[in-house]
């Protein structure tokens, strides 16, 4: 669990997805937000039911209006966390679509990165977590289905730059891609 309940971060989907008045479906909800959703709920199998419970409490609440054949209108009456702000912006975004990524692809929830990612300083949380030089709960449990995942690492690398990471931070990474590939040899 990520510290958002499920009617926090449908209500933060909707404000990243849509501005006030802006009509959308049901489908078109699912597509921008319903992978977003799963990788910070990797135990829900039934995510796509809960968004709709969770549309339908939204409704009653004003937050949006339903028009039928699922469709609906954003009120914009919500406004997204400062926690949900900072979160979704530059590294963390970037962290955030990699926990996605492995979540949907792997079906294991990638729960360093979301925390990486939702922390109020990731680069720091990104930090500890390459310079703590421990394999994360994410690494083992990919590394026991035989997945050796060391996208954290390749990640800080190519954004290192964009983002000034130092280059403490930057080596470390290099280091354990090189002991890991060398391992694999």
Known sequence: MVGTTWKQAVADELARLYRPGQEFT???????????LQAMYPDNATVQATIRQILQRHRDAGLLTFHGNGRY????????????????GGLAE???QLAARITAETK????????????S????????????????ATFLALNATRRLDLSMERLTIELAGRYALGADLVSAAADRLAYFQSESE
């Open 108 to 119: 294991i929830a990638a729960t360093d990165y979301l925390a990486v990612a939702r922390a």
């Open 26 to 36: 049901l489908i078109e909800f699912y597509a921008g937000a319903e992978e977003r």
């Open 121 to 136: 300083d990731p680069e720091q949380a990104l930090r500890e977590l390459v310079l703590g030089g421990h394999a994360g």
């Open 94 to 96: 970037a962290v955030y």
């Open 73 to 88: 209108t954003y009120n914009g009456a919500h406004r997204p966390s400062s926690r949900a702000d900072q979160a979704f």
